[in-house]
């Protein structure tokens, strides 16, 4: 097989996983499913850049695959911190919970309403017998301890 099929081959590879990946970002509002996309994108540009690379017989392409690898995993470790916090403060990980982090100038747009925050049960915290009551233990617990 010569080297320019191979090429093809490669390079059309990595369109369609950069393709997926493009349509998986913009059709879907999951941050999760938004981030692995963009990671699928990431692999079909470091697929063309490697074949690229071995066509032209130079090892131009795999170094610079080697330092988007170095990015991706400080993007991953970003992402994830901003998926969780996502999560922690709205309890979704709805995009579209993110519009209320715009500038106060800019209208927000919407193509449909963002799901409502669950509504949060009241917390109910700890509490102490008042002073100077007695709590109530039986005697038999006081007097006899089953499990010395």
């Known amino acids: 097989m010569n080297e320019t099929a191979l090429v093809n081959n490669y390079l059309v590879v990595g369109a369609l996983l950069f393709g997926i990946g493009l349509v ?30 071995r066509f032209h017989n130079d090892f ?26 996502l999560h922690q403060r709205r309890g979704s990980l709805d995009v579209a919970l993110w519009h209320q982090l715009r500038e106060d100038d800019l209208p927000p747009c919407l193509d449909r309403e963002p799901p409502e925050p669950p509504a949060e049960p009241p917390k109910k915290w700890p509490s102490l017998a008042p002073a100077g009551r007695d709590p109530g233990i039986p005697p038999e617990q006081t007097n006899y301890r089953s499990q010395v």
């Not at 392409?61 to 690898?69: A, K, Q, R, T």
């Open 24 to 53: 998986g970002f913009l059709s879907r509002r999951n941050m999760i499913v938004m981030f692995l996309s963009a990671e699928m994108m990431l692999q079909g540009v470091s697929l063309s850049l490697v074949a690229w690379g």
């Open 60 to 85: 131009g392409g795999e170094m610079l695959v080697i330092f988007m690898i170095a990015v991706a995993a400080c993007e991953a470790a970003i992402a994830l911190v901003l998926i969780l916090t």
